[in-house]
């Protein structure tokens, strides 16, 4: 008796399983063993019933052997190997071929979509051996390079192909439109604002954390979801990491090369942020991967959240753990923060006047500090504008910049840098560590001892330096510019500043 190969996942990674089966006489009882969970011993009726369309009724005792049995096995990704094993055990399939086998059964034999068929395309790349799924999972698989894969709509059509009574049916060419965006909020319907524009289009264009601090109404949180419009489109290796991580929460592909954008609201748990469960799954963090995960109301979310999130900034990964084990997600997040300035919400605004007491505005101030506040580089207010100034912008017909226009930039800029960090494996400024800035990002003397003097006079760590170098060097490829210049770390340097923290 040979085994149908089929996977399980963990993690991001799909682990290979034999599914055995065995037909012997007496009464009829099915029997799986090997670690099942709940959701592998509910495929027992799933696949009687699709068996059932086939025209094929289940006798006798059958016993179903997942193996290796040490692995905790989960989900219904299991449905069509166990449904082919019981097939050829019934002798009406004589020859499986060698290939991978994943999808969930219907009761009417449809075959429906299952999470980790990219994880499980990786596998079968590797292996060289032919991948069979749900058509429902054909647009994901069809982005991965290399890979031999068909699907069917359901049980039939796949018995069909493999009895080579019908051709198997390769999966439809992947179509990647060179992401168009249309940006919504467009920076050209927000007014004024200058800096914080200028500040969003650094951040798009280095990948580098941003905190807007404003009153309510003054536009901080339409700035943060603006900046979804300007950033640059994921290179192949970015989209192929993106999509690993959805395929693992069974979610279909962005359209295009279009960059995540996940906002989280501070009533979500820690583990839909950082990711975990019983299946060990993504969270947030990992869904915002090489794109943005967006904190609105910063100073609402709990302490403990904000911790748990300062080692997934640092280091680009976060390790989910639970008795079971730990697995690693990446996180390569553009983190955005948006904060009031007070508890109140109104200090420093040019009409309402701010209610807090001295008190209250200090502690508030420390909520805006700590371990992820060191990991901001653009820490920007944003004002809100006075009736005059809002009328003033009117009678000049003065028009913003479009956001089209204002990520033309900052694809440049990410090209620029695409290239120069390229045989070290990095695609922006923003992720250069720390020796490599050493390295590559050196100052003329005039400008090396200007930095000094504001590292003293700011109290700036030798990674808060590393920081701004990194900031700088994003302005200069923002202008084109190859040389590092005192005006762009003075850039930089304002930024830190900014927020009046
Ligand atoms: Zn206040």
């Known amino acids: 008796m040979s085994g149908i190969p089929g996977v399980t996942l963990r993690g991001m990674e799909a682990i290979p399983v034999e599914v055995e089966v ?9 029997n799986i063993v090997g670690m099942p969970d709940t959701a592998v011993r509910e495929s027992k009726e799933r696949v009687r019933s699709a068996l059932k369309s086939l025209g094929l009724n289940l006798k006798g005792r059958i016993s179903v052997n997942l193996a290796p049995a040490d692995i905790p096995k989960e989900g219904a990704l299991l449905d069509l190997p166990i449904a082919l ?6 002798g009406a399939l004589k020859q499986c071929p060698k290939a991978l086998y994943m999808g969930e059964l219907a009761l009417d034999g449809r ?19 032919p991948l069979y799924i749900p058509s429902e999972n054909a647009e994901e698989v069809a982005l991965v390079q290399g890979v031999e894969a068909y699907c069917a709509d359901n049980l039939s059509e796949l018995v069909m192909m493999l009895k080579g009574e ?3 049916r390769p999966l439809p060419p992947a179509y990647i439109p060179e992401a168009k965006i249309n940006a919504d909020p467009d ?12 500040a969003a289009e650094i951040a798009a264009a280095g990948h580098h954390n941003l905190l807007l601090v404003g009153s309510p109404g003054s536009g901080k949180t339409l700035i943060a979801k603006a900046i979804a419009g300007i950033l640059p489109p994921l290179t192949d290796d970015e989209l192929v990491e993106t999509l690993l991580v959805r395929s693992t929460l069974g979610m279909k592909p962005e359209p295009g090369r279009t960059r995540p954008f996940r906002t989280v609201h501070f009533t979500a748990s820690t583990v839909s942020i950082c990711g975990g469960g019983f299946d060990l799954r993504p969270g947030e963090v990992s869904l915002a991967h090489r794109g943005v995960l967006f904190l609105d109301e910063y100073t609402e979310f709990h302490r403990d959240l904000t911790e748990s999130l300062r080692a997934p900034i640092e280091d680009g990964q976060i390790v989910v753990s ?3 084990g730990s697995v690693t997600y990446p996180s390569r997040v553009l983190l955005i923060l948006a904060a009031n300035p007070c508890a109140c919400g109104y200090l420093g605004d040019p009409v309402t006047p701010c209610k807090c007491s001295q008190y209250e505005i200090e502690r508030y101030k420390r909520k805006l500090s700590g371990p992820i506040m060191d990991r901001i580089d653009l820490q920007i207010a944003v004002p809100k504008l006075t009736p005059e100034e809002l009328l003033s912008l009117d009678n000049k017909g003065m028009s913003s910049e479009p956001s089209a226009s204002i990520r033309k930039r900052v694809i440049n800029a990410r090209n620029i840098q695409i290239e120069r960090w390229k045989e070290y494996g990095y695609t ?18 005039d400008t090396r001892s200007f930095l000094a003097k504001a590292a003293a006079r700011f109290n700036l760590s030798g990674r808060g330096m590393s920081r701004v170098l990194k ?15 005192k005006k762009h770390v003075a850039e930089a340097l304002n930024y830190r500043q900014q927020s009046g923290r």
Do not use: H, W, Y
Request: glycine share 8%; charged share 30%.
């Open 322 to 324: 639970r008795a079971s």
């Open 22 to 30: 065995e037909i012997t006489g007496g009464l009829f009882a099915v």
């Open 85 to 90: 094993g019981m097939i050829s055990a019934m």
């Open 187 to 198: 920076f050209a319907d927000i007014k004024g604002q200058m800096q914080a524009k200028r």
């Open 166 to 168: 019908e051709k198997p």
């Open 428 to 445: 922006c400024n923003a992720e250069i560590p720390e020796k490599l800035v050493k390295r590559c990002l050196t100052l003329d003397d």
């Open 471 to 485: 900031v700088s060097r994003t302005i200069a490829d923002l202008a084109g510019d190859e040389d590092l210049q």
């Open 111 to 129: 075959l429906r979509r299952v999470r980790g068929a990219v994880p499980a395309a990786f596998l079968a790349r590797q292996k060289n051996i």
